[in-house]
């Protein structure tokens, strides 16, 4: 059957969420709900092959294919950003943190002081201000590092006056605080992705409201590889973005050489797109027909004995198994001579010699039609 000339025209638009999980584990790696900017861009060589005499051209192999994807959020998820480095995001992460110490001698302590991140010279303080009449000399000295004992926590080299409450700035470590540490070899982590975008249709009329929401188009990538830097763009007027732009790997690029040698995967797939139909919940907005498939004219069955009638959905004119039975409606015309049990199942059930006619029918949801088929049932004794 032909493509129609009067399609549902669709329009994509919106924002476009994104799920990245580990191929190998399936959990969850990275999830955005705000993918502000997404594109889709393939590109192949289509290569000339050329023989004899002038070198005529014989054929044209397309070749060097490529599926990139432009993906940038609008929100600034640590676990994003550690994706394109091949990094993780842990816990426990290292925060400064301000406090007031009072002296009861003229040494001041600390707990759970640690070296700032990236600091080399181990756990420090810096005292910068004071309650008493030393205040001006400890402004004066407010950005001197002072060595933070590590067993007894007190403060080195400064001589604090007992009774003063002291305003003291060190670095803890915070069970709650992210922190994603950058190697200086990226390393983007190979994931399966999944991007979906929002439809909306141009029909008017009775099956789809005007410029409604009236499909999710999701893109599948099993092998997917992100391609950009570490980015974490924000200004004054714009918030903070992700980029999580990359490349689609097929199963072979995505592994070393010699597990494809045993590979069960031999198409070289990118990826997939599948429209979600979301104006019902029933699965038949596009179904245009159904089906018995392979029983000819009709079928024989000895009495006491059943048979499963093979039964496909049209969808745009092709074939398709049915997704959910319970919309489908099985009838015999004599029940005393063959039946169904339920009228939802495909199952028929031989009961006394005769003749019977099966019948299949289900309604488009969308507009309401109904289609069915039949198919003739001879049980024999």
Excluded: W
């Amino acid at each position: 059957m032909a493509y129609t000339f009067v399609p549902a025209e669709l329009f994509s638009k919106g924002i476009v969420y994104a799920e990245f999980f580990d191929p190998a584990t399936d959990n969850l790696l990275g999830y955005s709900r705000y993918v502000a900017d997404f594109a889709l861009q393939g590109s192949m060589n289509n290569g000339e092959v050329v023989a004899g005499p002038g070198s005529a051209l014989v054929m044209m192999i397309p070749d060097t294919t490529r599926l990139n994807v432009t993906a940038t959020t609008a929100d600034s998820a640590l676990n994003n950003m550690a994706l394109p480095v091949g990094s993780t995001v842990g816990g426990n992460g290292v925060i400064e943190t301000v406090t007031a110490v009072t002296a009861s001698s003229a040494t001041l302590s600390l707990s759970n002081a640690v070296a700032p991140l990236g600091g080399g010279n181990g756990a420090v303080a810096y005292v910068i201000s004071s309650s008493g009449s030393d205040n001006a000399t400890v402004n004066a000295q407010s950005g001197v590092a002072h060595a933070v004992g590590s067993e007894t926590g007190a403060i080195q080299e400064f001589t604090a006056v007992p009774g003063n409450t002291y305003c003291v700035k060190y670095f803890i470590r915070n069970s709650s605080a992210e922190m994603l540490t950058i190697p200086a070899l990226f390393q983007p982590k190979v994931v399966r992705a999944h991007f979906a975008v929002n439809c909306y249709a141009k029909n008017t009329g009775s099956d789809v409201l005007s410029s409604s929401l009236y499909k999710i188009r999701h893109y599948y990538f099993p092998y997917y590889v992100f391609t950009n830097p570490l980015e974490d763009t924000l200004s004054q007027t714009a918030t903070g973005t992700v980029n999580l732009s990359g490349t689609c790997l097929s199963y072979q690029e995505a592994l070393s050489d010699g597990d494809v040698v045993c590979s069960v995967d031999s198409s070289g797939v990118y990826g997939y797109v599948v429209d979600e139909m979301i104006s019902d919940s029933t699965g038949t907005s596009l179904v245009d027909g159904i089906y018995f498939i392979g029983l000819g004219s009709g079928i024989s069955i000895a009495a006491g004995e059943t048979a499963a009638l093979p039964v496909k959905y049209s969808i745009n004119g092709v074939l398709t198994p049915i997704s959910d039975m319970s919309q489908v409606t099985f009838e015999s015309s004599a029940t005393a001579i063959a039946s169904f049990a339920d009228s939802h199942s495909n199952v028929i059930s031989a009961n006394t010699a005769g003749s019977a006619i099966a019948t299949v029918s289900v309604t488009n949801a969308a507009n309401n039609t109904t289609y069915s088929d039949t198919v003739a049932i001879t049980v024999t004794a």
